[in-house]
């Protein structure tokens, strides 16, 4: 989302060196500002913004300029600020004093609210609450039917006494699943109101007699992100006329400039707490204000990225590599196995990758990072035997030759696997035993060790067999 936002940030502190001229900050809030609007972030956020970091900078000219790294010092001023027009700290869901926690879902049709629904209901379910969803959206053509797809596909139950299309009493619906809820024990009720294309004072009154009625304990509006900053003012105009306690940002994965997230919190006083940032159930998280700032300047989200390699990798997997490691054992192809597991529970390897400190200059890279190369990697271990994965020792010539069979691969693709692996197990031994600095090649992960098409190191046989299970065994490769 904020991909073009992060590149200019990123050519706008390149320009700074040395000593900082009230000039030179001049020049650089200018293009701060610039870049803020080309954003799509509403003009009044934009200038306050740069005003707010302006004074700053000013402030502590002094001190900047005292500093060893100016151009670092106001960096920091800037990711302060940004922090701070992203809500400052993330907000956290508020629950009832007793059962069951009522959270209303309203916005504009077209923003999301049904898939939204599904994602914080599977989010919860993930904590072990038992969300149910209630349809009252009874407007919008198949809405009913839609949210009973998405709670299928998550296991979730949904309440949807009328058939919606026009027919049924919203209000009604609301409180009937409130109800229902509290004699079959759910601890959360989610609400999926109707909206509209735009405000008008139908849409308004319909969810003010549901929160009248229901008294929930969040009132969520819905945006989507891709819509700039008139999400922003829609929000503002909700806030006005309905209320609402926090802002939850769907599609925040698209190709949209991103004012929305930048303006909407300044413009409604409201935070963001959540925000989803894929199609599937899972891309849905804490909207956390820091860690987006961070992304935004370059610095990468490796908080975000280690808790989604937390919630992907089984604890009793992660305990037990990790005992082994620390006993000193050696990490094998069947330990890999399980990472390529969680990596491919984690999602994209692009989205990933796009969390590392220092991803907004390697776009190019990213773009041609090739995710089946995961795959084609999975399916040579999973054709391997137990012992063949634990002793890549033993793997000789016909062994390899009956795994590149059994996996669709040249022999070629199996040799390059092991020759990284084994690399990559001298690495690990040597940061064990403190001597890392003496590895100038491969690494610590099979992502980054030398490529098939590298030169290797071995000494080459004189003579080389035709044969190429032969061959491999013959060079003991």
Known sequence: MFEALGQRFGKIFSGLGGKVSESDLENFIAEIKLALLDSDVAIEVAEEFSNQIFDKCKALASEINRSTNPAQRIFEIVNQELTEILGGSARRLRFAKSPPTVILLTGLQGAGKTSLAGKLAHHLSQQSHTPLLVAADLQRPNAVNQLQVV?????IPVFAPEPGNGIGDPIQVASAGLQFAKDKLHNFVIIDTAGRTGIDGELMQEVIKIRDTVKPDEIFFVVDAMTGQDAARTAKAFSEGVGF?????TKL????????????????????????TGENAADFDLFYPERMASRILGLGDVASLAEQAKRAMPEKTAKDLEDKLTKGMDFTLTDFLS??????NMGSMNKLLGLLPGSAGMKKQLENFDEAELVRTRAIIESM????????????????ARIAKGSGRAISEINSLVERFAQAQKVMKQMRSGSISDVHTGAGSMGVMPKA?????????????????????????
């Open 339 to 344: 990472q390529l597991e969680a990596m491919k």
């Open 453 to 477: 098409n590298q030169v290797s190191q071995k000494p080459k046989k004189k003579s080389r067999s035709g044969n190429p299970a032969k061959r491999a065994l013959e060079e003991g490769i």
């Open 151 to 155: 709670g299928k596909s998550i296991n």
């Open 245 to 249: 306690d926090a802002v939850v940002l």
């Open 385 to 400: 035997t137990p012992l063949e994965r634990n002793d890549p020792k033993v793997l000789n010539g016909s062994r390899r």
């Open 253 to 276: 994965d698209g190709d949209a400039r991103g004012g929305a997230a930048l303006s909407i919190v300044k413009l409604t006083g409201k935070p963001i707490i959540f925000a989803a």
